[in-house]
T-cell receptor, first 112, second 124 residues
Framework: GQQVMQIPQYQHVQEGEDFTTYCNSS?????IQWYKQRPGGHPVFLIQ?????EVKKQKRLTFQFGEAKKNSSLHITATQTTDVGTYFC????????????FGTGTLLAVQP | EPEVTQTPSHQVTQMGQEVILRCVPI?????FYWYRQILGQKVEFLVS????????KSEIFDDQFSVERPDGSNFTLKIRSTKLEDSAMYFC??????????????????????FGPGTRLTVL
């Protein structure tokens, strides 16, 4: 079946350090979305990547979609304490429903 | 800004009891979803709903589960006979428009799902 894996499971950084999480799908994706979930909160949409090799930036966040549309990454430059949370990639394999297959998530802890 | 709402925020029930989790999606949205998240784990797709019927469901969504949109605004998830392993956070999500291809502008539509705050279900 369709599976989405993420590494690392957990990352602890000092404020100001960079952070990267990697996402890998077992099969080719139609598109990939990234969500952030604060502790005790709900997933909040960050971005959608559709095209092979696509790179998008949101301030200190850089998102990449692999050439084969099977992997993706999120890189945060100079982390801040407000970046704390779990970052999930969510794969969309096409079809009529847009169901999301969430990755296992990376919990980011930022020490001031 | 419009948002998805869910009630109750926390539901405690005894094993074998029926529960109904309620969601009010964003008013002009057309696609509705239920996901669940067992504590500390990933978010799992349960079911999608469009045009007043289930469009897709996962293996988790067995005969004990059902969904309804009874009045054009609420979207409910019913679990007929709860089990201990049903304890989880249940998220409702809605999507306004589903686009698959780039439009004449060359831009792909943003298929953002808006998630509600969740209902924490505890089965004792």
């Amino acid at each position: 079946g369709q599976q989405v894996m993420q590494i690392p499971q957990y990352q602890h950084v000092q404020e100001g350090e960079d952070f990267t999480t990697y996402c890998n799908s077992s099969t080719t994706l139609s598109n990939i979305q990234w969500y952030k979930q604060r502790p005790g909160g709900h997933p909040v949409f960050l971005i959608q990547l559709v095209k092979s090799g696509e790179v998008k930036k949101q301030k200190r966040l850089t998102f990449q979609f692999g050439e084969a549309k099977k992997n993706s990454s999120l890189h945060i430059t100079a982390t801040q304490t407000t970046d704390v949370g779990t970052y999930f990639c969510a794969g969309n394999y096409g079809g009529a429903t847009n169901k999301l297959i969430f990755g296992t998530g990376t919990l980011l802890a930022v020490q001031p | 800004e419009p948002e998805v709402t869910q009630t109750p925020s926390h539901q405690v029930t005894q094993m074998g009891q029926e529960v109904i989790l309620r969601c009010v999606p964003i008013s002009n949205h057309l696609y509705f979803y239920w996901y669940r998240q067992i504590l500390g784990q990933k978010v799992e797709f349960l079911v999608s709903f469009y045009n007043n019927e289930i469009s897709e469901k996962s293996e988790i969504f067995d005969d004990q589960f059902s969904v309804e949109r009874p009045d054009g605004s609420n979207f409910t998830l019913k679990i007929r006979s709860t089990k201990l392993e049903d304890s989880a956070m249940y998220f409702c999500a809605s999507l306004g428009f589903l686009g698959q291809g780039a439009g004449t502008s060359g831009r792909y539509p943003r298929n953002e799902q808006f998630f509600g705050p969740g209902t924490r279900l505890t089965v004792l």
